[in-house]
């Protein structure tokens, strides 16, 4: 893996992981979640600082999270 490969991962993952806890402490104190609502239950929003957008779904009987999409924005060469 290229090392702007791996760093990026990184960042995603780390953000992944700090989603996790914010999203299940709004969760359990009945915030909404962050992120914009896509209809009824997926958010999505940004992974700040990178050129990815994550999906993400709460399964409230599961106690879960679950990523739906990650989509990189390349930019396009003019």
Not at 20 to 28: F, I, R, S, Y
Not at 57 to 62: A, D, Q, S, T, V
Request: aromatic content about 6%; charged content about 20%; cysteine-free.
């Amino acid at each position: 893996m290229r090392d702007a490969d791996q760093e990026l991962h990184d960042q995603v993952a780390l953000f992944l992981q700090a989603l996790t806890v914010e999203a299940g402490a709004a969760a359990d104190s009945g915030r909404p979640l962050a992120g914009l609502p896509m209809g009824d239950g997926p958010h999505t929003m940004d992974a700040p600082g990178t050129p990815v957008r994550i999906g993400y779904g709460r399964y409230p009987g599961l106690r879960e999270f679950r990523v739906t999409g990650l989509i990189l924005d390349e930019p396009t060469s003019p």
